[in-house]
């Protein structure tokens, strides 16, 4: 079995289970994405949500992208890991007033606004403030992303975004509040994408609402798109490809969207900025025999990487102890009292025995994030690995 590169002997001295974050593959991939923007007016948004632990923060601000937060709590983590407020945008269908008022007063860039209710209501605060909000209409699209149905987001049975049937009223509203600044459009059609064509279809969709948009009575300029987040990455092969395919996903917008000069292009990248440098680091406690399968008993749960469970999705799992015994097929699964504990079944792995320190690989999006303490199980912390050297 191929494993990536781990300093075994100090993990192995690290108590089980937590995400262990490869620094070197995170700079690696900043350095990618930085170098295939060249366009002045393009901007990239780390979207917080997939990964908000400190040092990966600090470490993407450094890289000069901004940030795209869906929470109060993300836009403060955000100022705090050194994100110029001016690059932060700030998305989400139900944004509280607590949250819009902090947001204002901190002169965020921009808000992706989701209904015309919320735009009242900041609009409300921010006169309430004697400022100004600046906005973006997330527009839903109704493209279908071809991903997992739970991370669908761009079709019109979804929660989000104004339907296009909406789109020109809440443009003039925008156009008409007095504490309003109109500057475009947001979107985002899903999560793991991984073929180019539904965002080549989002780009044709946008030159369009573009046109119509700027027809309108009150004659509005769409000055900033932004496109969203959602370029997949290869969950099999994180060994072979740890860098997304950037420039595939740049060179759609490059291809199809009909950007004037003056017009901005935003996206809101999360999963492929941070998934391939983290990892959740487990052991195996029993090494069980059914009838007809055999089971890897992890000190893992489900409570720290739900993805298996909620998604049915795939991360690849290395014995890093015994990486080159022959194959064995397991099914491993976790501790928690659920049937649904389980990360992969029927899974080719070398011979697998107590004690033996695993890799579940692609975890540093949507992993730590998303870990609660289910079964009263501690969250499982994590190892940055510039502290190990
Ligand atoms: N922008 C917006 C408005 C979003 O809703 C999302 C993700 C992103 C950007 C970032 O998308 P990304 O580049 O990471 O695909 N927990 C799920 C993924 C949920 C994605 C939610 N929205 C998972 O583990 O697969």
Known sequence: MITGHFPVAQLNAIPTPFYYYDMDILRETLHVLTHEVTEPNWHVHYAVKACATEAILRTIANSG????????????????AGFPTDKIVFAGVAKTDDEIRYALTQHIFCFNVESTEELTVINDIAHELNLTARVCLRVNPNIDAHTHAKITTGLKENKFGISISALPSAVEMACLLHNIDFLGLHFHIGSQITDMAPFAQLAQRINQLVEDIENLPCKPVVQHINVGGGLGILYEHPNHFPIP????????????????????????????????CGNLMTR??????????????VDAGMNDLIRPALYGAFHRVENLTHPD??????????????SSDVFVENYAISHVQRGDLLAMRSAGAYGEIMASQYNLRRLPGHVISDTLK
Not at 65 to 80: F, L, Q, R, T, Y
Not at 290 to 297: L, R, Y
């Open 65 to 80: 992208v901004g940030a795209d937060c869906v929470s109060g709590g993300e836009v403060k983590a955000a100022i705090e």
């Open 245 to 276: 395919n950037f420039k595939a996903y740049f060179d759609t917008w490059r291809q199809h969207l009909h950007l004037r000069p003056d017009q901005h292009l935003h996206c809101e990248l999360g999963r492929s900025v941070v998934a391939q």
């Open 284 to 297: 195996v406690l029993y090494v069980k025999r059914g009838d007809n399968k055999q089971f890897a008993i």
């Open 325 to 338: 015994d022959d194959e064995q097929l397991y099914d491993i699964v976790g501790p928690v009292c659920e």
